[in-house]
């Protein structure tokens, strides 16, 4: 082994990424902009209503009222870290999630995905997917060269959704936090910007017309369009779908 070899493997020109400040995206299924409580509060407090297991693994929720649910996302918006974002399904003109981009590091190129909360309305959509390839493709044009996925190792389907769209599992680091009074033990995934091609291709060919039958049926699972590109699958988990 020669010495740079056993030092790493260089990465030349180095040059720290933006950060998501401000950032707003949109898709075909999909569009993302900044969190706000005066601007989103109230819409998003009506599609999660009754839905509490929505937030079993998250760190806040559910809320009783919509007046706690507002000062909540009030206080949460005002750091860059998490950056958060309010999700609209351009299918149904509605607001009806939100994410964020965390543990941001640019001096690393690392980036997190996570504080994911989806109503009832927004899961299993193509929206729901075309959230997730826009923010992992900004996150690579921008220059980041890690973004990862990390969730409660008891949710299985959050753990699914991570393999679904691309991301290797990594392993699980035990006892990580203690969240709402449990343990949290957290499984790790990840995509590296040498995924990024690949993974870009799967997603166009899922998030195609052509893809989808007259009643909005897939026709190729993106599960298995992307399963070549995971370096390593979760083995709690069968084929992803």
């Known amino acids: 082994m020669t010495d740079d070899a056993r030092l790493g493997r260089p990465v030349p020109d180095w040059t720290p990424p933006p950060r998501p ?3 707003s995206l949109s898709g075909r299924f999909a569009a993302l902009e900044p969190l706000s409580a005066e601007r989103h509060a109230a819409a998003l407090f009506d599609v999660f209503a009754g839905a509490d297991a929505v937030w079993d693994y998250m760190p806040v929720g559910p809320f009783p009222s919509a007046a706690g649910f507002h000062r909540w996302m009030a206080e949460a918006v005002t750091g860059n870290d998490p950056s958060f974002f309010a999700i ?3 299918e149904t003109d509605r607001w009806e999630g939100f994410c964020s981009l965390l ?3 640019p001096e690393a190129g690392s980036i997190e995905v996570g504080f994911i909360a989806y109503s009832p309305a927004l899961q299993r959509t193509r929206a729901a997917t075309e959230v997730q390839v826009l923010l992992m493709q900004w996150a ?7 973004y990862e996925w990390k969730c409660n190792a008891l ?5 699914r959704a991570a393999q679904r769209l691309g ?3 990594e392993g699980v680091f035990r006892q990580a936090q203690v969240v709402k009074g449990r343990n949290r033990d957290t499984a790790w995934f990840a995509v590296i910007d040498s995924d990024w091609l690949a993974l870009k291709e799967a997603f166009r060919v899922w998030l195609s017309p052509q893809n989808f039958d007259a009643e909005g049926q897939q026709r ?5 369009l992307t399963a070549l590109v995971r370096v390593a699958s979760d083995p709690e988990l069968v084929p992803a779908s």
């Open 21 to 23: 400040d401000g950032l």
């Open 88 to 90: 609209r399904n351009l």
């Open 103 to 105: 543990r941001i590091a």
């Open 140 to 146: 690579f044009e921008a220059g980041y060269r890690r």
């Open 155 to 159: 949710n299985m389907p959050s753990r």
């Open 167 to 169: 991301f290797s599992y």
């Open 220 to 224: 190729e699972r993106l599960g298995d």
